[in-house]
């Protein structure tokens, strides 16, 4: 955890850029004191994948939160919205991603 906050502490700007190198930087730091690498059955093993999806996510510029307005809500609050909802993004998707990025900063 102290990789990524030094990562973050100095990134410039402080992006998603920057949080997905915060992520990587966590996962190097993890490996070198750890010596783990994937498939030695550690955190290291989901680690990974999520390091590289989140890289890839935001290179492809996937906006999470929004694209749950396309989903149909089957659970939560907005489940008694049913199709009204539908084109709408999740409250609490949205409200996750702004606490991630206040988490940046």
């Known amino acids: ?15 998603s850029e920057a949080l997905a190198g915060a992520v990587a930087t966590a996962l190097g730091a993890i490996q070198t004191l750890g010596k783990a ?15 590289e999806r989140l890289g890839s996510g935001i290179a492809q510029g996937e906006p999470a939160a929004q694209a749950t307005a396309a989903l149909l809500p089957r ?28 988490v940046q900063g």
Do not use: E, Y
């Open 75 to 102: 659970l939560g609050r907005a489940r008694s919205h049913g199709s009204r909802s539908v084109g709408h993004p999740d409250p609490g998707a949205v409200s996750l991603a702004q606490v991630l990025v206040a």
């Open 37 to 51: 690498q994937a498939g030695d059955k550690t955190l290291v093993d989901a680690l990974i994948p999520f390091s």
């Open 1 to 15: 955890m102290a990789a990524a906050g030094n990562a973050l502490a100095a990134a410039d700007p402080l992006d």
